[in-house]
Nanobody, 122 residues
Framework: QVQLVESGGGLVQAGGSLRLSCAAS????????MGWFRQAPGREREFVAA????????YYADSVKGRFTISRDNAKNTVYLQMNSLKPEDTAVYYC???????????????WGQGTQVTVSS
């Protein structure tokens, strides 16, 4: 079992940057693939980025490729999402998730955090 807690959200102007963190409890963090998803009001939760347990392979949604970077520090049980060149359409609640495989679907992840709000003003 792993518990996830996100932090780092906030209000930022378009073009700015934020770094989200997701701290995990439990000794098995390094065995999990980790993902970031987001959900805007009235929309379904969507895939943002994912990283394999080793950190060697990453995946991104086309909408964030080149602007966002996912990384992890297994020694600190933490996964990060560096978000640069933010746009108003990036506004959403961002969730981290842990699962056995590096997937793009929400049903591929077993454990979820409570989410952190990111608001990008124009």
């Amino acid at each position: 079992q792993v518990q996830l807690v996100e932090s780092g959200g906030g209000l930022v102007q378009a073009g700015g940057s934020l770094r989200l963190s997701c701290a995990a409890s439990g000794r098995t963090f390094s065995s999990y693939a980790m993902g970031w998803f987001r959900q805007a009001p009235g929309r379904e939760r969507e895939f943002v980025a994912a990283i394999r347990w080793s950190g060697a392979i990453t995946y991104y949604a086309d909408s964030v490729k080149g602007r966002f970077t996912i990384s992890r520090d297994n020694a600190k049980n933490t996964v990060y999402l560096q978000m640069n060149s933010l746009k108003p359409e990036d506004t959403a609640v961002y969730y981290c998730a842990a699962g056995a495989y590096t997937g793009r679907r929400t049903d591929e992840y077993d454990h979820w955090g409570q989410g952190t709000q990111v608001t990008v003003s124009s």
